[in-house]
């Protein structure tokens, strides 16, 4: 998968970028990440990439002059990719980004992220974006946190990329609920037992107990989940009873 990121601070993205995962993709081959700075293709001679407002008010608002040339360069220059990619532009009125999301956007062969900083866009530059896309509800200083958010989600769903090829199936989120109580070495820490279920042997009761501490997790910290979480006849009786033994 091709990445690229618009942006006028490229730098930003050595540290998270440069490291880990998405270090280890970028290494074999199976990311391509390119950073295009906008800043570039100003028209005057301080480069200026933002002016105020019209109609008055505080901050600056990026200009449409060269985000389009950027942008248009960009995808001049991938035109192999055309028929397999999405351009995003990271900004707060875009749905919020979840992990249904990141699957989907992990079957593009190119995505690119324009990047905006300061007050806001012009509204003009939306027209270059697929879609706005938001990482929640509060405000950041740029769309470059939110950009190294999404792609280290989406590169986790591509073929590759995680060193074991369940691990993704069994994250947070992957099917609509939060992941299952993990244990490692030693047994017993600080009077705190592993579950003697984990130590059994018996794959089948393991895979119920994760499914099922699951299903409770999720309950706990995000029952918002479990409405939209696509359960089984199981889950729903076994999340019946435990409803039943709260209420007695």
């Known amino acids: 998968m091709r990445i690229d990121m618009v942006t006028i601070f490229p730098e930003m993205f050595a540290g998270p970028f440069g490291d880990s995962i998405t270090k280890r993709a970028v290494d074999n081959g199976i990311l391509d990440i390119h950073f295009t700075n906008f800043r570039d293709y100003a028209e005057d001679k301080h480069h200026h990439v933002d002016d105020t407002p019209f109609g008055g008010g505080a901050g600056m608002v990026i200009k449409p002059e060269p985000m389009y040339k950027a942008v248009r360069d960009v995808l001049a220059k991938t035109e192999e990719f055309a028929a397999s990619r999405r351009v995003l532009i990271m900004d707060p009125s875009g749905p919020t980004f979840t992990q249904e999301k990141a699957k989907e956007l992990a079957g593009y062969d190119q995505l690119v992220f324009i990047c905006g900083h300061y007050e806001g866009f012009d509204a003009r530059i939306y027209k270059l974006a697929d879609e706005a896309i938001s990482?929640?509800?509060?405000?950041?200083?740029?769309?470059?946190?939110?950009?190294?958010?999404?792609?280290?989600?989406?590169?986790?769903?591509?073929?590759?990329?995680?060193?074991?090829?369940?691990?993704?199936?069994?994250d947070s989120f992957y099917e609509g609920l939060l992941e299952f109580p993990q244990y490692t070495r030693p047994r017993e820490f600080e009077g705190m037992a592993v579950p003697e279920v984990l130590l059994s042997g018996n794959h089948a009761k393991i895979r119920q107990w994760r499914r099922e501490q699951s299903l409770l997790v999720t309950k706990k910290y995000r029952p918002d989940l479990l409405e939209k979480a696509d359960l089984t006849e199981k889950d729903r009786i076994f999340l019946n009873l435990q409803n039943d033994a709260e209420d007695e």
Request: net charge negative; hydrophobic share 45%; charged share 15%.
């Open 135 to 170: 990482i929640g509800d509060f405000i950041l200083t740029g769309g470059e946190l939110p950009a190294m958010v999404i792609t280290d989600a989406v590169s986790r769903m591509l073929p590759g990329v995680l060193g074991a090829p369940d691990s993704a199936p069994t």
